[in-house]
């Protein structure tokens, strides 16, 4: 049996994001990750019961810049991923690297009671885990 203290994703998380309102435009999401020189957008929730969106720079160039869309008229909701599959603050990245990896993704919200403190990805897990 084994005595190691897992680590888990709270102390490895980052806090490289910022939140958006869906109903920004591209261009104004844009503005707020390079002022807080960030490449992740949070988009909060509208109510309680509603659940976070997210929009990476590389969905941009996806849905807008590449299909030639304006930014100054695209809203974040029209191109955000929604809902966003998060990961408990407390659980062992070991879970978390394969929950990655069964899900075909690399980054994931930290939440704890319903917020986020950060994100989460495969570097934070091998750099800091």
């Known amino acids: 049996m084994s005595s190691r203290t897992p680590t888990r994703n709270r102390d ?37 019961h509603d659940e976070y969106g997210m929009v990476l720079m590389s969905d941009i160039a996806r849905k807008v810049l590449a299909k030639d869309k304006s930014p100054e008229r695209t809203n974040i909701y029209e191109i955000m991923i929604k809902p966003v ?13 394969r929950l990655f990896e069964r899900f075909n993704i690399n980054k994931a919200p930290v939440v704890e009671s319903g917020s986020i403190l950060g994100f989460v990805t495969y570097d934070d897990i091998v750099l800091k885990g």
């Open 12 to 48: 490895v998380m980052n806090n490289r994001f910022a939140m958006v309102d869906g109903m920004h435009t591209v261009a104004e999401a844009i503005q707020v990750a390079i002022t807080k020189n960030v490449s992740i957008l949070v988009v909060d929730k509208r109510n309680e």
């Open 85 to 97: 599959f998060s990961v408990p603050a407390d659980m062992d990245v070991r879970y978390t690297a």
